[in-house]
């Protein structure tokens, strides 16, 4: 099984300012890599995949990079609804998550 | 629009069965792989089921093999994850989420979700 691994597990930011997210996987998943954000009481949201392409309706504040074992999500000039938790998936071989990131507001 | 809408969770005892739906609207539902993941309380997400669009293929995670089944009617716009023997470890709110039409990779949309609780 890949292990994903995502970091920190809690990170405290003020609106206005950038938040980056890491995740890392125990073996190499290539670019197979989507991120997701959840709200309490919500489903989770697709907002990358294949590590960098933005899903539909996503705006351009949200970016992905990495490839192999090495991925991060930015998040610039945050807004009040970005605040939420944030999951890694990889889908290189079967799919598993990450643990999530709260991302709050500072 | 595309929505997803789960139903059949509630609360079943130890060893007993439950059988989720998933009903799908907005997009040709037999073009496209299907998939359910769960979520237990206050936990991450889990992959643990997914279904073919021809429903040729199926494949289940480790913790759930032997025991759950996926299944899904074209006809009736409908996927369904059969669940036996089940523990109290398989209490979590269950999504359906829809995979593309060639593969499953990311998931996009999810439904609302439905809770299961497994509990004497």
């Known amino acids: 099984e890949i292990v994903m691994t995502q970091s920190p597990a809690t990170l405290s930011v003020s609106p206005g300012e950038s938040a980056t997210l890491s995740c890392r996987a125990s073996q190499s998943v290539d670019s197979n890599l989507a991120w997701y954000q959840q709200k309490p009481g919500q489903a989770p949201r697709l907002l990358m995949y294949?590590?960098?392409t933005r899903a539909t309706g996503i705006p351009a504040r949200f970016s992905g990079s990495g490839s192999g074992t090495e991925f991060t999500l930015t998040i610039s000039s945050l807004q009040s609804e970005d605040f939420a938790v944030y999951y890694c998936q990889q889908y290189n071989y079967w799919y598993t998550f990450g643990q999530g990131t709260k991302l709050e507001i500072k | 629009q595309v929505q997803l809408v789960e139903s059949g969770g509630g609360l079943v005892k130890p060893g007993g069965s439950l059988r989720l739906s998933c009903v799908a609207s907005?997009?040709?539902?037999?073009?496209?792989?299907f998939t359910w993941i769960r979520q237990a309380p206050g936990k991450g997400l889990e992959w643990v089921s997914y279904i073919s669009a021809t429903a040729a293929t199926r494949g289940n995670g480790d913790s759930v093999k032997g025991r759950f089944s996926i299944s899904r009617d074209n006809a009736k716009n409908s996927v369904y994850l059969q669940m036996d023997s089940l523990r109290v470890e398989d209490t979590a709110i269950y999504y359906c989420a829809r995979g593309s039409t060639t593969r499953l990779d990311w998931f996009d949309p999810w439904g609302q979700g439905t809770l299961v609780t497994v509990s004497s």
């Open positions: 907005g997009f040709t539902f037999s073009d496209y792989y």
């Open positions: 294949g590590a960098s």
